[in-house]
């Protein structure tokens, strides 16, 4: 997946948890599972940009 397409699936994902917390409050568990699908996105964010940035330092 390209970084693209990683920051393209974070955004829709933030904007669906930004309406579900307006609709069902924080503490509902449709909100928790989206938090959780949020977090793995930026995971998997995080790892892309770090082993990018692993393969670009000189060793």
Excluded: F, H, W
Aim: proline fraction near 2%; avoid cysteine.
């Amino acid at each position: 997946m390209s970084k693209q397409e990683i920051l393209r699936l974070i955004e829709k994902k933030r904007i669906e948890l930004m309406e579900m917390v307006a609709k069902s409050g924080l503490n509902a568990a449709v909100t928790i599972q989206l938090s959780q699908e949020l977090d793995s996105l930026l995971n998997q964010y995080n790892e892309y940009m770090y082993k990018k940035t692993k393969r670009l330092s000189p060793q």
